[in-house]
């Protein structure tokens, strides 16, 4: 398992604590592996994207017009978080949902 986030964001580092088997990887420093979020945009199209936080705030229109894989590749923050793989299977988020299919 594997859960991408970053080191300072306290949702992540909750779920981290809470699956003691996964492996973290830093987006800010390591990068979203371009497969991998490939397919979370696939899977959780613009649910991906965090427009709720102050990166985005921090955005000009023309920046938020711009496809969200290259926008999440200029500005790893923008990520909404955590995003779990498990085996191949994505969870976006620390969630009820996500930490019932993942705890049990």
């Not at 964001?9 to 996964?22: P, Q």
């Not at 921090?58 to 590749?73: F, I, K, M, Q, V």
Request: glycine letters at 8%.
């Amino acid at each position: 398992m594997i859960l991408y986030g970053l080191k300072t964001c306290d949702t992540c580092r909750k779920a981290l604590k809470s699956l003691g088997n996964a492996e973290f990887r830093d987006i800010r420093t390591d990068g979203l592996p371009k497969e991998v979020a490939r397919a979370a945009h696939d899977r959780f199209g613009a649910a991906l994207v965090n427009r709720q936080s102050t990166t985005w705030r921090g955005l000009s229109d023309a920046e938020r017009a711009r496809n969200p894989l290259e926008l999440l590749a200029d500005y790893p923050a923008l990520m909404k978080r955590p995003l779990i793989d498990d085996a191949g299977t994505l969870y976006l988020g620390w969630g009820r949902d996500t930490q019932a299919a993942l705890l049990e």
